[in-house]
């Protein structure tokens, strides 16, 4: 059973007349009776039931203790994924709801649209914190729901990309894939600009690969090394902005950075 969903520190913004986004936070936990709390108890417990006083238990003061439920690395992965698309579509539908629109997500084929209004829908989330039990079997990990952050972006101009990311990117990952012009500047900044700014173009590059469908690879080896003088100095204002956009000349798209929803749109 699909534990229930619940939306945290919804936050809504409108970049401009056409398009609009929004990042939240949904949790789930697992429902009582999805658990099989008896499975593991003494036989004898169950036996002879039919002579138990049932009015003697109307009197005693329950305590419910649930343990972690040890399922596989697959299983995790899947039940993951599952709610993580559950997720997405339920931040989707809180933002239809706050801009009063009746629509319905036509997610045959990419990009996703709206089936009435066609307006482009275009989803991101971040990896579940689960926590693993080092003591636990190997192949087998402890799950204690779903905690992920969620961003949906909603445009009728043209296909639009989103991508949240609470995670820097290792150094490491950034030369393998990255442009060889970018890994030329980045390594020519500080360690913290150098980090911030991996990740941005990280983010950037994910949009564009939602936006174009790259490949990864191909996507990841896209140059965008034009923009990180534009991010750097971007990063020095991020502290009195809430939001910093600008105009991309050499793509033709327009990019925004949510700092506080560490959140990247391109559109």
Same mark, same amino acid.
């Given at each position: 059973?699909?534990?229930?969903? /619940?939306?945290?520190?919804? #936050?809504?913004?409108?970049?401009?007349?056409?398009?609009?986004?929004?990042?939240?936070?949904?949790?789930?936990?697992?429902?009582?009776?999805?658990? !099989?709390?008896?499975?593991?108890?003494?036989?004898?417990?169950?036996?002879?039931?039919?002579?138990?006083?049932?009015?003697?238990?109307?009197?005693?003061?329950?305590?419910?203790?649930? @343990?972690?439920?040890?399922?596989?690395?697959?299983?995790?992965?899947?039940?993951?994924? #599952?709610?993580?698309?559950?997720?997405?579509?339920?931040?989707?539908?809180?933002?239809?709801?706050?801009? @009063?629109?009746?629509?319905?997500?036509?997610?045959?084929?990419?990009?996703?649209?709206?089936?009435?209004?066609?307006?482009?829908?275009?989803?991101?989330?971040?990896?579940?914190?689960?926590?693993?039990?080092?003591?636990?079997?190997?192949?087998?990990?402890?799950?204690?729901?779903?905690?992920?952050?969620?961003?949906?972006?909603?445009?009728? !101009?043209?296909?639009?990309?989103?991508?949240?990311?609470?995670?820097?990117?290792?150094?490491?990952?950034? /030369?393998?894939?990255?442009?060889?012009?970018?890994?030329?500047?980045?390594?020519?900044?500080?360690?913290?600009?150098?980090?911030?700014?991996?990740?941005?173009?990280?983010?950037?590059?994910?949009?564009?690969?939602?936006? !174009?469908?790259?490949?990864?690879?191909? =996507?990841?080896?896209?140059?965008?090394?034009?923009?990180?003088? =534009?991010?750097?100095?971007?990063?020095?204002? #991020?502290?009195?902005?809430?939001?910093?956009?600008?105009?991309?000349?050499?793509?033709?798209?327009?990019?925004?950075?949510?700092?506080?929803?560490?959140?990247?749109?391109?559109?």
């Amino acid at each position: 059973m699909m534990p229930t969903l /619940k939306l945290h520190n919804i #936050q809504y913004s409108q970049l401009d007349s056409t398009t609009w986004c929004a990042t939240a936070q949904v949790t789930a936990s697992c429902p009582l009776e999805s658990l !099989h709390l008896f499975d593991n108890l003494p036989s004898l417990f169950n036996a002879n039931v039919s002579n138990i006083n049932t009015d003697k238990f109307s009197h005693i003061t329950w305590h419910y203790h649930i @343990s972690n439920v040890s399922l596989s690395a697959r299983k995790i992965a899947y039940q993951q994924r #599952q709610q993580q698309r559950a997720g997405v579509r339920l931040l989707l539908q809180s933002l239809l709801n706050k801009l @009063s629109i009746i629509d319905s997500l036509d997610d045959v084929s990419f990009p996703y649209r709206l089936v009435n209004s066609q307006y482009y829908v275009c989803f991101s989330h971040t990896g579940a914190s689960s926590q693993n039990n080092s003591t636990q079997p190997s192949g087998e990990k402890s799950f204690n729901g779903l905690d992920n952050k969620v961003a949906v972006v909603i445009s009728c !101009h043209r296909s639009a990309g989103i991508d949240i990311e609470t995670n820097n990117v290792e150094w490491r990952v950034a /030369k393998r894939f990255y442009h060889t012009n970018e890994i030329a500047i980045l390594q020519a900044l500080t360690f913290m600009q150098r980090d911030t700014v991996a990740k941005l173009l990280w983010q950037i590059k994910e949009c564009f690969i939602k936006i !174009h469908q790259y490949k990864l690879a191909q =996507g990841l080896g896209m140059d965008y090394s034009h923009l990180i003088t =534009g991010l750097v100095n971007g990063i020095e204002a #991020q502290a009195q902005l809430p939001l910093l956009a600008f105009n991309d000349d050499k793509t033709g798209y327009y990019l925004v950075l949510l700092p506080e929803q560490q959140t990247v749109i391109v559109y």
